[in-house]
């Protein structure tokens, strides 16, 4: 008989290693569950939690505070602000990903130090750019979705040039595994925008107070931040990891495309529908992004952590799993709940200037909880430098765009039933093209070696 076994008729090591494998991983789950990356995880999605309860606060302020048709107002330009805040997260993203790579080396505070005073100089010129592109593209959005003015989307020009900055900053904290101040900016961010925001719509400043209120709380946190940034140390040699375009424009076009996938929803009801339909949708969105926003930390954590995991040469998949599960089973909770109380909880939130949003809500939430998949898959793919899942994630928007000018124009359902579809499809889309099939056989074959490891250093009484 081929298989090893001893004497005595014990198994063999291949079928020690079958058996032990079931407790190794169960051992291996409990050391995930002590690591410093779930300490990590816990330090942000409690600030993330915080912080969005902030947001999520003021949005509720501004839906009680401001008339319907103001709210459709403030609603439809947050969205476009929360996709320029994409191209902030992109920059941070890929920020985080050098600095990520340069932590991991024996003496990482002077290249890192270089690589962010590299990246604060580009940031001011790209920023600077950026925010005059802007303020000229200001006058055609507001005619296109039927602004009587520009003057609310120039009040928020200003923070473009803060959402470059700002990437720089913080993807040095995310990629040096700084969680904790990662989170404190957060939350002061949120914080100062449900001050300024509160204050400025009470002076009367309407939807344009709380447009304003953006780039002065993304000021004041950079102002908070700025001293804990790596610096340069005026003795070190000015050299790091040069930055690879290919991969910084990838990471735009991904992060981009997921903002626009996320964020369509509002833009295309303030287009096509009536301005007092576009301000009974807005608490559909204000409430569906619930299942998005707050697993979002999850991908903050997970780049970093599958970057140095694959630096060390160590599998990400258990994070990528832990994840993924953060990111969906709340978000389907949530939707179960709405699908259930969507009339009454609107009225008593929003007040009841508001009409029962029936079934939109539940699906739209839905929606919401298949992006925050997308999320994760999108910073995994990322953290490989795979862009297949890149160029999938643009077809799916393409899909959701055309989806809903052909079926959504006219029915809300049609349309969240389509943003639906292009969830399930981008959630598919990076099973197919990130997942990874080696680590199982991989555990199974490292439980082999180590059965025959312990029985090659086994005392001789033991041994054949």
Known sequence: MNSILDTAGNPSAEEHGRNSYPEAGMRRLGSLLRSGGMRHGATLWASAILAG???????????????????????????????????????????AFYTAKLSVQ?????????????????????????????????PVLAHALRLSNPWVLWAACPLVQLLFLRAITDGAFQ?????????????????????????????????????????????????????????????????????????????????????LLSNL????????????????????VTLAKVSLFL????????????VERQAKNRNAWPILLLALTGALVPGLALTAFYCLSSGWLVRIVFTAAYGDPGIVLGLASLAATLYAGLNIWLNYALSRERPVFIYFLTGVLVWQVLGMFVFGRTNLVHMALVMVSAGALGNVAGFLTTWEKAPAGRAIRLGVVEALVRRSTAPDRLKP
């Open 106 to 138: 024996a003496d990482s505070s002077r290249p890192t130090g270089a690589f962010v005073e590299r990246a604060w100089r580009w940031a001011w010129q790209g920023g600077l750019i950026a925010t005059a592109l802007t303020s000229i593209l200001a």
């Open 295 to 306: 697993p979002m930390a999850l991908g903050i954590i997970l780049l970093p952590k599958a």
């Open 175 to 259: 990629g040096t595994q700084r969680f904790a101040l990662l989170g404190a900016v957060l939350v002061a961010t949120s914080f100062l925008r449900l001050l300024f925001t509160a204050g400025l719509i009470r002076l009367g400043w309407q939807a344009f107070g709380a447009i304003v209120a953006w780039p002065l709380a993304w000021g004041g946190a950079l102002l908070l931040a700025l001293p804990f940034r790596p610096r340069l140390r005026p003795s070190s040699q000015e050299g790091s990891l040069p930055v690879s375009w290919r991969y910084s424009s990838y990471t735009l076009l991904g992060i981009g495309a997921f903002g």
């Open 265 to 284: 929803d509002a833009l295309f009801v303030k287009h096509f529908f009536s301005p007092m339909m576009a301000g009974k949708y807005a608490p559909v």
């Open 53 to 95: 309860g902030l947001d999520y606060g003021l949005n509720i302020l501004a839906g009680r505070w401001l008339e319907p048709v103001q709210y459709g107002i403030f609603v439809c330009v947050a969205a476009i602000v929360l996709v320029l805040v994409y191209l902030y997260t992109a920059i941070r993203n890929v920020v």
